[in-house]
């Protein structure tokens, strides 16, 4: 699943997904005229801080509200801000311990007020409860890193995923791309994303795993590019997952980066997938991101 953080940076706003940073100026790092957006996109640790900062500013002023006309309310200390907001609490959550209660018509009036926005908050936060616990996310493991290595005689880009699910993802779709800088004729450097075609972009049923290769030809956008040379491009690798989950019946998606520092030369992926006694397919999910060396290009070396 993507993971996506966004702080204050020089009056812009900067985004980043996992090792990438962009930052973006002339816009709100929280547009507050978007608020379901924002619910949405905050982290649970940001959720639930959002709620108990709403939940305490309400009883805040609710409880400031009831102090304004003394003897407002039954059987409270009369100036006591605590027991005027512990009732406001009870009044909001439309509990009512009935201990304290609206003494006066004054009170009366405020604690309907309070009532009304405690319903509607409650339904508001219900609502994003329900969305952020039923938005269908895909659980897919990626390798920790990138090879480059020998595959049928071709170097190749190669890259390894896992279906971290129980369930099956069916019909799904991996796009591979690379961040790299061009010059354009005027001489003006810029990033440009480039595709990095697959041999196998499409896969009926992920079950287990899937290794994505891409073959490094005169055609690829990695042709001659070495280590260092990607470490001085400051590339960085995008893939994307679209697929159907069949248990939840809905759509997944999700997104992940690499920088150059993830991409391994020399090296190949260890084996994952086994065939058991009973004659079922066996994945070890836990060895995916296990590397071993290249055999192909090491006596390739030995020949050269």
């Known amino acids: 699943m993507v993971h996506k953080t966004r702080r204050k940076h020089r009056n812009g706003a ?14 709100d790092r929280y547009d507050f005229h978007d608020p379901y957006h924002l619910a949405i996109e905050l982290s649970w640790k940001g959720f639930a801080l959002a709620f108990i900062a709403f939940e305490i500013a ?14 407002s309310i039954a059987n409270a200390e009369p100036g006591s801000f605590f027991d005027a907001f512990f ?27 309070e009532i009304v926005c405690g319903m509607v908050f409650t339904a508001m936060m219900t609502g994003l409860l329900f969305v952020r616990f039923s938005k269908p996310r895909p659980k897919i493991l990626y390798a920790d890193q990138a090879v480059i290595t020998t595959h049928n005689s071709e170097t ?19 796009r591979l791309g690379v961040l790299l800088p061009e010059d354009s004729l005027e001489g003006k450097r810029f990033r440009r994303s480039r595709e990095l075609v697959l041999s196998q972009s499409h896969l009926p049923l992920f079950g287990l795993t ?49 920088s150059h520092k993830d991409v391994v ?30 055999l192909a290009a090491e006596a390739g070396d030995d020949r050269g």
């Open 14 to 27: 900067t985004a980043s997904i996992n090792t990438f940073d962009f930052v973006k100026y002339g816009v």
């Open 58 to 71: 309400i009883n805040l002023i609710f409880a400031s509200l009831y102090l304004v006309e003394p003897g």
């Open 87 to 113: 009732f406001s609490i009870e009044t909001l959550a439309t509990v009512g311990y009935g201990v304290m209660a609206p003494a006066t018509f004054y009170g009366h009036v405020i604690s309907a007020v």
């Open 156 to 174: 190749t880009f190669m890259l390894r995923l896992g279906n971290g699910r129980m369930s099956l993802l069916i019909n799904a779709t991996a």
């Open 210 to 258: 899937w290794t994505l290769t891409h073959q490094i030809n005169e055609d690829s956008p990695l042709f001659g590019l070495d280590a260092k040379r990607l470490a001085e491009l400051d590339a960085h690798f995008f893939v994307t997952i679209e697929a159907h989950d069949s248990a939840l019946g809905a759509p997944v998606q999700d997104l992940h980066v690499y």
């Open 265 to 294: 030369f020399g090296m190949h992926y260890a084996q994952t997938l086994s065939i058991d006694d009973q004659k079922r397919s066996v994945a070890d999910l836990s060895r995916i991101s296990l590397l071993e060396p290249d």
